[in-house]
């Protein structure tokens, strides 16, 4: 069965750095990919989605990507906020009918 | 917020307790889904309703009835919970295949 890998539980990093955060998957390559952001005490909220023919997406200081060769995508923040600080959790597609698998999420702590 | 909404935010329930957790949608989706979400664990996806025809459930155990009267309302009913079941309960909806997924705040469970 699919499993999805989040490079690490916790991340911290400068204000203005450049955070990455890594998702793995060890099975089928999926049709598509996304990232979620996730506040504590609060549902997540979708931010960005990929798909299998696209090797790069952004979204104003967003970057994700997606390599099926290597069953990875890369979550990029470029000049990180506080604000920032969150969870990050990226899920994909299982092919059924409405069902995503999501990893364990990695949380981000941009300090100032 | 996200036009998903859940009540109660929180509630506390002894094990021989029923009681139901609401959601409700105003996005016009046709999809509707329960997530239980545990400290330290990935999203795990309980019941989708798509159509309001349920098309999942995940081996949850039969103590969690799930219900969706229409595309706008998904209800979960509990009953004789265990301490283990304590958990955030997050409601989420979706419209085409793409399946982006957006989530309510949750219901914070907790069973004494």
């Known amino acids: 069965s699919q499993k999805i890998e989040q490079n690490s539980e916790a991340l911290n990093i400068q204000e203005g750095k450049t955070a990455t955060l890594t998702c793995n998957y060890t099975?089928?390559?999926?049709?598509?990919l996304q990232w979620y952001r996730q506040d504590p005490g609060r549902g997540p909220v979708f931010l960005l989605l990929?798909?299998?023919?696209?090797k790069e997406k952004r979204k104003e200081r967003l970057k994700v990507t997606f390599d099926t060769t290597l069953k990875q995508s890369l979550f990029h923040i470029t000049a990180s906020q506080p604000a920032d600080s969150a969870t990050y959790l990226c899920?994909?597609?299982?092919?059924?009918?409405?069902?995503?698998?999501f990893g364990q999420g990695t949380t981000l702590q941009v300090k100032p | 917020e996200t036009g998903v909404t859940q009540t109660p935010r929180h509630l506390v329930m002894g094990m021989t307790n029923k009681k139901s957790l609401k959601c409700e949608q105003h996005?016009?989706?046709?999809?509707m889904y329960w997530y239980k979400q545990s400290a330290k664990k990935p999203l795990e996806l309980m019941f989708v309703?798509?159509?309001?025809?349920?098309?999942e459930n995940n081996s949850v155990p039969s103590r969690f009835s799930p219900e969706c009267p229409n595309s706008s309302h998904l209800f979960l009913h509990l009953h004789t919970l265990q301490p283990e079941d304590s958990a955030l309960y997050l409601c989420?909806?979706?419209?085409?295949?793409?399946?982006?997924?957006?989530f309510g705040p949750g219901t914070r469970l907790t069973v004494l």
């Open positions: 989420a909806s979706s419209l085409g295949h793409e399946n982006t997924q957006y």
């Open positions: 099975n089928y390559s999926p049709a598509y």
């Open positions: 990929i798909r299998e023919n696209e």
């Open positions: 899920a994909l597609e299982t092919g059924n009918t409405g069902k995503l698998i």
């Open positions: 996005l016009g989706h046709n999809a």
């Open positions: 309703y798509s159509l309001e025809e349920r098309v």
